[in-house]
């Protein structure tokens, strides 16, 4: 018999909440502009690359938007383990879907193994900033209605954190940055029906499993208002989106190296003090 951990890590997803989400969101009206954005953003990274792909794999909860996206790319759902072979791929992309996993740099290793020699991973989801309007007015009015609080909004990880998952994932020449993009919507409640159109809704493990008082949605949609309202026309509130993009390639021997600690021939001080002088 297995010995079973006397501290269990709790879970962060219910995947049957987050399946059934995605599942609703695709008989509505589609919401697809994070997408957009990252799909642009992603065709501009490849674009800089000197290099034809030729065996792509896309590793996304969202299959339809990507397979049009990148036609002919192997679409793989974003399940705890990958179905991803070892070494066939040149090219993995994961897909706004690391925010949900439980593993991250599992999922980026998973991803990494996958790549041959000198193969590109990128990958594209949202960050700490995402929501930070709502997250901010949900706590507030639960706690002054309730008086507690309960899981309602993603916790999302800074790109600090996310970049350094990639050396610990194998891969080599590692890079993140990150965009910000403001929507201006009329109320909570019309970015909530946007979340659940994207996909994007609560299923957090921890989430309560009733119906939310109208009296503290009520309150958040006021704070919310009083707080966060669009400059431009007060009228309306704005909701912030952070993009998380990383970038890293599985080793080769053809890739730029650093250089060996100590072969530098000036010392820094000296390099240092030339760049003072006028």
């Given amino acids: 018999m297995m010995p079973v951990s006397p501290n269990p890590v709790p879970s962060l997803t219910d995947r ?9 969101a695709l008989r509505q009206e589609p919401v697809d502009f994070l997408h957009r ?4 953003e992603i065709q501009d990274r490849l674009a800089e690359v000197n290099r ?6 896309v590793v996304t909860g969202h299959a339809d938007f990507w397979r049009a996206v990148l036609p002919g790319a192997r679409i793989v759902a974003d399940t705890p383990v990958l ?8 090219l993995v992309i994961h897909a706004m879907a690391l925010h949900w996993a439980e593993d991250p740099v599992g999922q980026i290793a998973q991803s990494a193994r996958a790549l041959r020699p000198d193969g590109l991973f990128i990958a594209a989801c949202p960050g700490g900033r995402s929501l930070q309007e709502l997250r901010d007015s949900l706590t507030r009015a639960e706690a002054e209605v309730l008086g507690g609080l309960s899981p309602r909004v993603l916790p999302m990880a800074e790109i600090r954190d996310l970049g ?3 050396p610990r994932a194998g891969l080599a020449l590692p890079v993140a940055d990150q965009i ?13 029906r946007d979340l659940r159109a994207m996909g994007e809704g609560n299923a957090l493990a921890g989430r309560l499993r ?12 006021a704070l919310y208002a009083e707080n966060h309202a669009d400059p431009q026309d007060p009228t309306r509130v704005l909701a912030t989106f952070e993009l998380i993009f990383l970038t890293g390639w599985a080793p080769d021997p053809s890739q730029q190296q650093p250089l060996r600690p100590g072969s530098a021939k000036v010392p820094l001080a000296e390099a240092l003090a030339s760049t003072r002088k006028p």
């Fill in 16 to 24: 049957g909440a987050l399946d059934r989400n995605r599942a609703r």
């Fill in 180 to 192: 910000t993009q403001s929507a201006s919507y009329r109320s909570l409640f019309h970015l909530a």
């Fill in 164 to 166: 350094g998952l990639l």
């Fill in 83 to 90: 179905d991803l072979v070892p070494g066939a791929h040149d």
């Fill in 210 to 221: 009733r119906p939310t008082r109208r009296d503290v949605l009520l309150r958040a949609a």
């Fill in 37 to 40: 954005i990252a799909a642009d």
């Fill in 52 to 57: 034809r792909f030729t065996a792509p794999a």
